[in-house]
Protein backbone atom coordinates (compact mmCIF):
# COMPACT_ATOMS: atom_id res chain seq x y z
CA UNK A 1 0.00 0.00 0.00
CA UNK A 2 1.21 3.53 -1.02
CA UNK A 3 1.77 5.44 2.04
CA UNK A 4 0.54 8.34 0.44
CA UNK A 5 -2.60 7.04 -0.29
CA UNK A 6 -3.78 5.40 2.85
CA UNK A 7 -6.69 3.73 3.28
CA UNK A 8 -6.98 2.09 7.10
CA UNK A 9 -8.81 -0.87 7.34
CA UNK A 10 -12.27 -0.93 9.01
CA UNK A 11 -11.53 -4.19 10.78
CA UNK A 12 -9.38 -4.36 13.74
CA UNK A 13 -7.06 -7.14 14.38
CA UNK A 14 -6.51 -8.44 17.69
CA UNK A 15 -4.31 -10.73 19.09
CA UNK A 16 -2.90 -11.88 22.91
CA UNK A 17 -0.25 -9.56 23.60
CA UNK A 18 2.52 -11.42 25.87
CA UNK A 19 3.72 -9.89 29.33
CA UNK A 20 6.97 -7.88 29.07
CA UNK A 21 7.33 -7.78 32.96
CA UNK A 22 10.62 -9.54 33.12
CA UNK A 23 12.05 -8.89 29.97
CA UNK A 24 15.71 -7.78 29.78
CA UNK A 25 16.47 -4.31 30.14
CA UNK A 26 17.96 -1.93 27.42
CA UNK A 27 22.11 -1.07 28.33
CA UNK A 28 22.95 1.94 29.08
CA UNK A 29 26.69 3.81 29.46
CA UNK A 30 27.45 6.89 31.64
CA UNK A 31 29.57 7.93 29.19
CA UNK A 32 27.22 8.86 26.56
CA UNK A 33 24.83 11.33 26.22
CA UNK A 34 21.00 11.05 25.91
CA UNK A 35 20.41 8.71 28.65
CA UNK A 36 23.35 6.49 28.30
CA UNK A 37 22.08 6.06 24.78
CA UNK A 38 24.40 8.22 22.61
CA UNK A 39 23.88 10.39 19.87
CA UNK A 40 20.40 10.86 18.19
CA UNK A 41 21.42 9.60 14.86
CA UNK A 42 18.66 11.01 12.91
CA UNK A 43 15.37 14.23 13.26
CA UNK A 44 12.36 12.59 14.20
CA UNK A 45 10.94 11.03 10.81
CA UNK A 46 9.18 8.06 8.78
CA UNK A 47 11.56 5.70 6.29
CA UNK A 48 14.73 7.80 6.82
CA UNK A 49 18.12 6.73 8.08
CA UNK A 50 21.66 8.19 8.89
CA UNK A 51 23.88 9.03 6.96
CA UNK A 52 27.32 6.58 6.30
CA UNK A 53 28.46 5.94 10.03
CA UNK A 54 31.66 4.57 10.95
CA UNK A 55 32.27 1.26 12.69
CA UNK A 56 35.56 1.53 15.24
CA UNK A 57 36.53 -1.71 14.36
CA UNK A 58 35.96 -3.81 11.29
CA UNK A 59 33.93 -6.76 11.03
CA UNK A 60 33.57 -9.78 8.68
CA UNK A 61 29.96 -10.36 7.80
CA UNK A 62 29.25 -13.41 5.57
CA UNK A 63 32.82 -13.24 3.67
CA UNK A 64 32.90 -8.84 3.10
CA UNK A 65 34.37 -6.87 5.43
CA UNK A 66 32.95 -3.67 6.36
CA UNK A 67 33.81 -0.21 8.05
CA UNK A 68 30.96 1.71 7.84
CA UNK A 69 27.06 1.27 8.56
CA UNK A 70 23.41 3.01 7.89
CA UNK A 71 21.38 3.61 10.97
CA UNK A 72 17.83 2.93 9.37
CA UNK A 73 14.50 4.34 11.08
CA UNK A 74 12.88 0.91 10.53
CA UNK A 75 14.23 -1.25 13.33
CA UNK A 76 17.68 -2.49 11.52
CA UNK A 77 21.18 -1.46 10.28
CA UNK A 78 22.55 -2.07 6.70
CA UNK A 79 26.18 -1.63 5.27
CA UNK A 80 25.98 -1.55 1.18
CA UNK A 81 23.32 1.52 2.02
CA UNK A 82 20.71 3.43 3.47
CA UNK A 83 17.57 1.64 2.98
CA UNK A 84 14.06 2.95 4.11
CA UNK A 85 11.57 -0.22 3.05
CA UNK A 86 8.85 -0.34 6.16
CA UNK A 87 7.03 -3.65 5.13
CA UNK A 88 9.99 -6.05 5.70
CA UNK A 89 10.42 -8.90 2.74
CA UNK A 90 11.10 -12.57 4.22
CA UNK A 91 15.19 -13.40 4.11
CA UNK A 92 16.82 -14.34 2.03
CA UNK A 93 16.94 -10.95 -0.19
CA UNK A 94 18.50 -10.13 -3.22
CA UNK A 95 19.39 -6.16 -3.64
CA UNK A 96 22.77 -7.10 -2.38
CA UNK A 97 22.48 -4.69 0.47
CA UNK A 98 23.38 -6.63 4.04
CA UNK A 99 21.18 -5.97 6.84
CA UNK A 100 20.97 -6.61 10.87
CA UNK A 101 18.18 -6.57 12.10
CA UNK A 102 16.67 -6.39 16.00
CA UNK A 103 12.65 -5.60 14.23
CA UNK A 104 12.64 -4.46 11.07
CA UNK A 105 9.17 -3.07 11.11
CA UNK A 106 7.26 0.74 10.31
CA UNK A 107 8.94 2.38 12.61
CA UNK A 108 7.87 5.99 12.78
CA UNK A 109 9.15 8.88 15.46
CA UNK A 110 7.35 11.21 14.14
CA UNK A 111 4.70 11.34 16.63
CA UNK A 112 4.85 13.96 19.71
CA UNK A 113 5.38 11.24 22.51
CA UNK A 114 7.15 8.59 20.51
CA UNK A 115 10.80 7.85 21.32
CA UNK A 116 13.66 8.26 19.13
CA UNK A 117 16.37 6.34 17.78
CA UNK A 118 20.43 6.67 18.98
CA UNK A 119 23.31 5.50 18.63
CA UNK A 120 26.54 5.39 20.68
CA UNK A 121 30.61 3.24 21.09
CA UNK A 122 30.82 3.59 24.65
CA UNK A 123 34.33 2.06 24.09
CA UNK A 124 36.50 0.98 21.20
CA UNK A 125 35.05 -2.62 21.17
CA UNK A 126 31.39 -1.70 20.99
CA UNK A 127 28.56 -0.11 18.74
CA UNK A 128 25.25 0.29 20.54
CA UNK A 129 22.09 1.08 18.71
CA UNK A 130 18.67 1.86 20.30
CA UNK A 131 15.40 2.55 19.25
CA UNK A 132 14.08 4.04 22.20
CA UNK A 133 10.15 3.73 22.50
CA UNK A 134 9.19 4.16 19.29
CA UNK A 135 5.82 4.40 17.69
CA UNK A 136 4.25 3.31 14.45
CA UNK A 137 3.00 4.38 11.05
CA UNK A 138 0.98 6.51 10.98
CA UNK A 139 2.36 8.65 13.78
CA UNK A 140 0.99 6.34 16.26
CA UNK A 141 2.35 6.36 19.88
CA UNK A 142 -0.21 4.48 21.98
CA UNK A 143 2.02 1.25 21.70
CA UNK A 144 5.70 1.17 21.34
CA UNK A 145 8.45 -0.58 21.22
CA UNK A 146 12.14 -0.29 23.13
CA UNK A 147 14.99 -2.24 21.50
CA UNK A 148 18.39 -2.48 20.80
CA UNK A 149 21.06 -3.78 18.99
CA UNK A 150 25.08 -3.87 20.12
CA UNK A 151 28.10 -5.53 18.08
CA UNK A 152 31.23 -6.48 20.29
CA UNK A 153 34.11 -6.58 18.44
CA UNK A 154 35.96 -10.04 18.97
CA UNK A 155 39.57 -9.25 16.72
CA UNK A 156 40.28 -9.66 13.35
CA UNK A 157 36.90 -9.23 11.56
CA UNK A 158 35.06 -11.92 14.39
CA UNK A 159 32.09 -10.11 16.39
CA UNK A 160 28.92 -10.66 18.69
CA UNK A 161 25.14 -9.78 17.56
CA UNK A 162 23.54 -8.86 20.32
CA UNK A 163 19.89 -8.12 20.23
CA UNK A 164 17.65 -6.37 23.76
CA UNK A 165 14.12 -6.66 23.88
CA UNK A 166 13.04 -4.51 26.75
CA UNK A 167 9.46 -4.30 25.21
CA UNK A 168 7.28 -4.68 22.11
CA UNK A 169 4.16 -4.09 21.77
CA UNK A 170 3.19 -3.08 18.33
CA UNK A 171 4.12 -5.66 14.72
CA UNK A 172 3.01 -3.82 12.12
CA UNK A 173 2.35 0.14 10.72
CA UNK A 174 -0.77 1.07 8.70
CA UNK A 175 0.80 0.63 5.29
CA UNK A 176 1.82 -2.79 6.18
CA UNK A 177 -1.54 -4.33 6.22
CA UNK A 178 -2.07 -3.67 9.96
CA UNK A 179 -5.01 -1.82 12.13
CA UNK A 180 -3.90 -0.54 15.51
CA UNK A 181 -0.31 -1.45 15.97
CA UNK A 182 -1.13 -5.45 14.96
CA UNK A 183 -2.04 -7.91 11.87
CA UNK A 184 -1.07 -7.61 8.03
CA UNK A 185 2.50 -8.23 7.73
CA UNK A 186 4.06 -8.16 11.29
CA UNK A 187 7.81 -6.96 11.75
CA UNK A 188 10.98 -9.71 10.91
CA UNK A 189 14.08 -10.01 13.21
CA UNK A 190 17.64 -11.64 12.12
CA UNK A 191 20.30 -10.86 9.88
CA UNK A 192 20.69 -11.56 5.75
CA UNK A 193 24.28 -11.54 3.32
CA UNK A 194 22.01 -9.92 0.76
CA UNK A 195 23.10 -12.31 -1.33
CA UNK A 196 20.01 -14.57 -1.36
CA UNK A 197 21.50 -17.62 0.32
CA UNK A 198 22.86 -16.68 3.45
CA UNK A 199 20.76 -15.57 6.34
CA UNK A 200 18.79 -16.31 9.60
CA UNK A 201 15.27 -15.29 11.33
CA UNK A 202 14.66 -15.42 14.35
CA UNK A 203 11.51 -17.55 15.74
CA UNK A 204 8.17 -15.26 14.92
CA UNK A 205 9.27 -13.46 12.25
CA UNK A 206 6.70 -11.84 10.04
CA UNK A 207 3.92 -13.64 12.88
CA UNK A 208 2.44 -11.37 15.60
CA UNK A 209 4.58 -14.04 17.66
CA UNK A 210 7.55 -11.53 17.16
CA UNK A 211 6.18 -9.82 20.61
CA UNK A 212 7.74 -13.13 22.23
CA UNK A 213 11.51 -12.31 21.97
CA UNK A 214 10.84 -10.56 24.47
CA UNK A 215 10.01 -13.40 26.68
CA UNK A 216 12.63 -15.51 25.27
CA UNK A 217 16.32 -16.13 24.72
CA UNK A 218 18.99 -18.34 23.17
CA UNK A 219 21.32 -17.84 26.00
CA UNK A 220 21.85 -19.83 28.81
CA UNK A 221 20.94 -18.79 31.78
CA UNK A 222 20.73 -15.17 30.41
CA UNK A 223 17.49 -13.21 30.52
CA UNK A 224 14.02 -13.11 28.74
CA UNK A 225 14.74 -10.80 25.77
CA UNK A 226 18.45 -11.16 25.60
CA UNK A 227 19.69 -13.03 22.03
CA UNK A 228 23.36 -13.03 20.88
CA UNK A 229 25.06 -14.64 18.04
CA UNK A 230 28.77 -15.13 17.22
CA UNK A 231 30.26 -14.41 14.22
CA UNK A 232 33.41 -16.27 13.34
CA UNK A 233 34.96 -15.95 10.34
CA UNK A 234 32.47 -14.38 8.61
CA UNK A 235 29.95 -17.07 9.15
CA UNK A 236 26.77 -17.39 11.59
CA UNK A 237 26.14 -19.77 13.94
CA UNK A 238 25.61 -23.51 13.42
CA UNK A 239 28.42 -23.78 10.50
CA UNK A 240 31.40 -25.08 11.67
CA UNK A 241 31.38 -27.25 15.20
CA UNK A 242 33.64 -24.23 17.16
CA UNK A 243 30.75 -22.19 16.29
CA UNK A 244 27.21 -23.89 16.47
CA UNK A 245 23.82 -23.04 16.63
CA UNK A 246 22.56 -22.08 20.00
CA UNK A 247 19.26 -22.70 20.87
CA UNK A 248 15.97 -20.62 22.35
CA UNK A 249 16.15 -21.96 26.08
CA UNK A 250 12.74 -23.17 27.14
CA UNK A 251 11.43 -24.76 30.59
CA UNK A 252 10.79 -28.07 28.38
CA UNK A 253 14.06 -28.37 26.39
CA UNK A 254 16.17 -26.81 23.54
CA UNK A 255 14.37 -24.96 20.44
CA UNK A 256 16.57 -24.75 17.29
CA UNK A 257 14.87 -22.27 14.29
CA UNK A 258 17.09 -22.08 11.35
CA UNK A 259 17.12 -22.24 7.26
CA UNK A 260 19.22 -25.52 5.78
CA UNK A 261 20.33 -26.13 2.06
CA UNK A 262 20.66 -29.72 0.90
CA UNK A 263 23.83 -31.43 1.80
CA UNK A 264 24.43 -28.73 4.20
CA UNK A 265 26.09 -29.69 7.58
CA UNK A 266 23.96 -27.48 11.01
CA UNK A 267 26.10 -27.59 14.37
CA UNK A 268 24.09 -27.13 16.51
CA UNK A 269 24.78 -26.80 20.24
CA UNK A 270 22.31 -29.01 22.58
CA UNK A 271 23.05 -28.81 26.95
CA UNK A 272 23.70 -32.26 28.10
CA UNK A 273 23.99 -34.63 30.76
CA UNK A 274 24.06 -38.10 29.89
CA UNK A 275 21.98 -38.08 26.51
CA UNK A 276 19.62 -35.87 24.65
CA UNK A 277 16.62 -36.23 21.71
CA UNK A 278 16.09 -34.83 18.81
CA UNK A 279 12.84 -33.65 16.88
CA UNK A 280 12.32 -32.20 14.23
CA UNK A 281 8.57 -30.21 14.41
CA UNK A 282 8.34 -28.84 10.70
CA UNK A 283 10.61 -28.74 8.05
CA UNK A 284 12.19 -31.94 6.14
CA UNK A 285 13.85 -34.92 8.18
CA UNK A 286 17.42 -35.61 9.47
CA UNK A 287 19.25 -37.39 6.56
CA UNK A 288 22.58 -38.04 9.08
CA UNK A 289 23.80 -37.06 12.53
CA UNK A 290 28.10 -36.68 13.10
CA UNK A 291 28.78 -37.72 16.32
CA UNK A 292 31.45 -35.55 18.40
CA UNK A 293 35.13 -36.64 18.97
CA UNK A 294 35.35 -38.83 21.82
CA UNK A 295 34.51 -36.92 25.41
CA UNK A 296 37.38 -35.59 28.03
CA UNK A 297 38.01 -38.46 30.26
CA UNK A 298 37.45 -40.86 26.83
CA UNK A 299 34.28 -41.65 26.44
CA UNK A 300 33.77 -42.36 22.67
CA UNK A 301 30.83 -45.07 22.47
CA UNK A 302 27.29 -44.31 22.11
CA UNK A 303 24.22 -45.50 21.33
CA UNK A 304 21.69 -44.01 18.70
CA UNK A 305 18.15 -45.14 18.80
CA UNK A 306 15.72 -45.00 15.91
CA UNK A 307 12.64 -46.36 14.56
CA UNK A 308 13.19 -48.31 18.12
CA UNK A 309 16.16 -50.09 17.30
CA UNK A 310 19.70 -48.99 18.59
CA UNK A 311 22.63 -48.94 17.05
CA UNK A 312 26.12 -48.54 18.96
CA UNK A 313 28.08 -45.72 16.90
CA UNK A 314 31.71 -45.00 17.78
CA UNK A 315 33.04 -41.27 18.46
CA UNK A 316 33.50 -39.12 15.39
CA UNK A 317 31.15 -41.58 13.30
CA UNK A 318 28.46 -40.20 11.00
CA UNK A 319 25.25 -42.09 10.99
CA UNK A 320 22.98 -42.19 7.77
CA UNK A 321 19.49 -42.09 8.32
CA UNK A 322 18.28 -42.24 4.52
CA UNK A 323 19.71 -46.01 4.19
CA UNK A 324 16.95 -47.04 6.67
CA UNK A 325 14.53 -44.94 4.79
CA UNK A 326 15.48 -42.56 1.92
CA UNK A 327 12.79 -39.92 3.38
CA UNK A 328 14.86 -39.61 6.95
CA UNK A 329 13.54 -39.47 10.11
CA UNK A 330 11.93 -36.90 12.49
CA UNK A 331 13.41 -38.28 15.87
CA UNK A 332 15.91 -39.66 16.61
CA UNK A 333 17.66 -39.89 20.69
CA UNK A 334 20.99 -40.55 21.46
CA UNK A 335 22.39 -42.30 24.87
CA UNK A 336 25.21 -43.67 26.94
CA UNK A 337 27.37 -40.88 27.53
CA UNK A 338 29.61 -41.97 30.33
CA UNK A 339 28.14 -40.15 33.79
CA UNK A 340 31.94 -40.06 35.10
CA UNK A 341 32.10 -37.13 31.91
CA UNK A 342 30.43 -35.00 34.31
CA UNK A 343 29.35 -32.81 31.10
CA UNK A 344 28.21 -29.34 32.08
CA UNK A 345 24.63 -28.79 31.16
CA UNK A 346 25.67 -24.72 31.04
CA UNK A 347 28.93 -25.79 28.65
CA UNK A 348 28.07 -24.56 24.87
CA UNK A 349 30.54 -26.65 23.99
CA UNK A 350 29.91 -30.01 25.74
CA UNK A 351 28.78 -32.43 22.57
CA UNK A 352 28.65 -30.79 19.49
CA UNK A 353 26.53 -32.43 17.39
CA UNK A 354 26.47 -31.82 13.09
CA UNK A 355 23.21 -32.43 11.36
CA UNK A 356 21.85 -32.88 7.82
CA UNK A 357 18.42 -33.30 6.05
CA UNK A 358 16.87 -34.79 3.49
CA UNK A 359 16.07 -31.25 1.88
CA UNK A 360 16.24 -28.11 2.08
CA UNK A 361 14.00 -25.45 3.61
CA UNK A 362 13.39 -23.80 7.03
CA UNK A 363 13.69 -26.34 9.86
CA UNK A 364 12.22 -25.98 13.45
CA UNK A 365 13.34 -28.55 15.46
CA UNK A 366 13.90 -28.95 19.56
CA UNK A 367 16.51 -31.04 21.53
CA UNK A 368 15.41 -32.40 24.35
CA UNK A 369 18.22 -33.20 27.18
CA UNK A 370 18.18 -36.36 29.26
CA UNK A 371 20.03 -35.54 33.02
CA UNK A 372 20.49 -37.68 35.91
CA UNK A 373 20.51 -37.07 39.50
CA UNK A 374 24.22 -37.94 41.37
CA UNK A 375 23.59 -38.37 44.24
CA UNK A 376 26.14 -38.05 47.22
CA UNK A 377 27.96 -41.17 48.36
CA UNK A 378 26.76 -42.18 52.20
CA UNK A 379 29.23 -42.88 54.92
CA UNK A 380 30.26 -46.58 54.78
CA UNK A 381 27.96 -48.14 57.00
CA UNK A 382 24.77 -46.35 55.91
CA UNK A 383 25.93 -47.50 52.52
CA UNK A 384 25.52 -50.86 53.20
CA UNK A 385 22.90 -50.85 54.76
CA UNK A 386 21.33 -49.22 51.68
CA UNK A 387 22.54 -52.18 49.39
CA UNK A 388 21.59 -54.59 51.75
CA UNK A 389 17.81 -53.25 51.89
CA UNK A 390 16.75 -51.78 49.19
CA UNK A 391 19.66 -52.77 46.46
CA UNK A 392 21.21 -50.56 43.65
CA UNK A 393 18.59 -47.86 42.56
CA UNK A 394 19.50 -45.43 39.46
CA UNK A 395 17.19 -42.76 38.94
CA UNK A 396 16.55 -40.77 35.81
CA UNK A 397 15.09 -37.35 35.31
CA UNK A 398 13.65 -37.13 31.53
CA UNK A 399 12.86 -33.10 30.83
CA UNK A 400 10.63 -33.80 27.99
CA UNK A 401 7.99 -32.01 25.28
CA UNK A 402 4.60 -33.92 23.61
CA UNK A 403 6.17 -35.39 20.66
Same mark, same amino acid.
Given at each position: ?? %? ?23 ? %? ?35 ? !? ?126 ? @? ?20 ? !? ?56 ? @? ?55 ? !????? @? ?68
Amino acid at each position: MN %KNNLLVSGSLCAFLMMSNAYAIPLL %KFDNLDNGGFGDLVMLPNDDGSSSELNLPFDINFFGS !NYESFWVNNNGNITFGGALGSYTPEPFPLSFFNPMIAPFWGDVDTRCFTCGSVFVGSPNASTVMVTWNDVGYFSQKSDLTNNFQLLLHDQGAGDFDIEFRYDRLEWTTGDASGGSGGLGGTPAQAGFD @AGDFVNYFMLPGSRTNAILDLQ !NTTNVSGGDPGLWSFAIRSGNVPGTTPENPLVPVIQDDGYQFDFNVNLNQTIFIDPDV @AIGYEYVVDDGPNFASVLIPSALPNGDNTFELNVNNITYDLLAGSVFDFTSLDPFGF !NHFSI @AGIDTTEMLDPNNPFAFVTGLTFVDSGIVSMRQIPITTFVTPVPEPETYAMLLAGLGFLGLRIYRHKKV
